[in-house]
């Protein structure tokens, strides 16, 4: 028997529908590549938005098609998400921190049919559009005063391309399984893949995320969305923000430390959400400013991910911000939130390195995503804390496969997705990250987590950024480097860095190496890129060797 509700699609123009009904004057603030900041509402955004949709029916978008955007965050992004989603067609966020190559690939692989992008963009944009084959439009997202003088056929001004349209517009119903955005993997290794998201699987994702247990955001929060709206559609808080009428600060591309304080503090942000290393940036702006109190924002909740959550950074934004570290592990597979760490009341008896140790661990499950680790022959092991394996997942928000089929069938036998990382799962459903397949370190035929050893290594008070990568060892396989990147200013030596690892990490986890290094090489996701140092260490002797 079939039950008797309205059968009613799950599509993302419902979003911003109401928002601009229910939360009309509540800002969305932007700070431009042009330089001012912008302000405007969720009923502005929704006018903008419409106008975008109809755009793109003037310059021959058809529903299904893909349009591309190489861009910060900001209003004029937050509107092409759903102008043109919501007019059926596909965002495609592009990384503009990946290789040109790789966005030559990505664009003409997608089959952009327009490219919308920053104007801190243009030169690149330049260099691109010969190669470019299925873009037929290119729009500069700004106005007429600031258009970029480049060479490019069918350049547009984003501002004049939407005034030009009414914004009367009645946005179309569809399958609610049709496809909205598309954002490619990074390819670390490989080419990039892409992962296509649907309507359904976006809503469904935002009505997760703001439960109280995961993010938590309501209408009375002001987010500062500093992940980008080109990594995992910015962790869905563009959608997120909507669904509750929350005021959203976007600080274009304004990352470095002082930036992204001074907007905090001057809009009163109550959340944020980012990857670690821009708290790094922001640390070591306040390092240097020591009269500044963070306290004075009154920020309540930080949310990282995409990097594991070092004690320091967590310990920092409690002490100094007073805020709490809502850390979350996914990726962009899996849109991208698959666990969140929240604490249970039973922890409330816990204080100190107990709780400590419960807070860093990456998060439990949300509704929706199913978990399971199994070892190398597919069998599933215990949720006992110590038992490690490959982590799959399988949700209305996972990936089933990649774009156009690259990849080939990617879920195991019972429609799990293979993540890549090795992960323990404790008797509480607490996932632990011990590392990504291809990074953890194989010593004796036992691994070693690179992730908490750079996690004790970040916790000496000398020491700014930590990466361990293994280097053949001719007795044990593999064994552990450490590299790392001094604070500035400060002393530090490896016996000082060993002696603090080792009152904090097992006797045979211990690197066999340290080297100091300027600085540390990431990837476009602000992750550590672990091939180019393995690459720039291969011919390191360790001295054990
Ligand atoms: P990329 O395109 O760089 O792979 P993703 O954001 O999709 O970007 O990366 C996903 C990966 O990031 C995960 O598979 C995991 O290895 C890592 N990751 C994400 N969140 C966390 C976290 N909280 N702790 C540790 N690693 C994480």
Known sequence: MQGLMQ???????????????????????????EGPTHRTTWRGLRDRARQVAQAMGALGIRPGDRVGTLAWNSYRHLALYYGVSGMGAVLHTVNPRLFPEQIDYIINHAEDQVLFFDIGFAPLVAQLAPRLKSVRAFVAMTDRAHMPAIEVPNLLCFEELLDAQSGDYVWPEFDEKSASSLCYTSGTTGNPKG???????????????????????SSSETVLLIV????????????????????????????????????????????????????????????AHPQIDP??????????????????????FERDFGAEVVQGWGMTETSPIGVISKLLPKHAELDGDALLKV???????VWGVDLKIVDA????????????????????WICSGYFRGEGGEVLDAEGYFPTGDVATIDPDGYLQLVD???????????????????NAACSHPGLLEAAVIGLPHPKWQERPLLVAVKRPGAEVDAASVLAHLGERIAK?????????VDSLPHTATGKLLKTKLREQFKDHRLPTA
């Not at 045979?508 to 100091?516: I, R, T």
Request: charged share 20%; glycine share 10%; hydrophobic share 40%.
């Open 7 to 33: 059968d009613r699609p799950l599509l993302i123009s419902s979003l911003i529908e109401h928002a601009a009904t229910f939360h009309p004057d509540t800002e969305i603030v932007s700070r431009l590549p």
């Open 228 to 287: 980008p709206m080109f990594h995992a559609n910015a962790w869905g808080t563009p959608y997120a923000a909507a669904m509750v009428g929350a005021k959203l600060v976007l600080p274009g591309p304004h990352l470095d430390g002082q930036s992204v304080y001074n907007l905090m503090r001057d809009e009163r942000c109550t959340f944020s959400q980012g990857v670690p290393t821009v708290w790094l940036m922001l640390f070591q702006y306040l390092d």
């Open 377 to 396: 022959a597919g069998q599933t092991l215990p949720w006992d804390g110590v038992a490690y394996g490959h982590l799959h997942v399988r949700g209305p």
């Open 359 to 365: 807070k860093l661990k990456q998060g439990r499950g």
């Open 295 to 316: 306290r004075e924002i009154g920020v309540k909740r930080i949310g990282i991910g995409g990097a594991a959550v070092s004690r320091a950074v967590l310990e920092r």
């Open 195 to 217: 992962v296509l998201y649907s309507h359904r699987s976006t809503v469904l994702h935002t009505l997760m995320e703001l439960a109280p247990d995961t993010f938590g955001i």
């Open 508 to 516: 045979w986890w211990l690197p066999d190496d340290v080297v100091f």
């Open 436 to 454: 990504r397949a291809k990074d953890v370190i194989k010593s004796g035929g036992e691994w070693i987590s690179s992730i908490d050893v750079e």
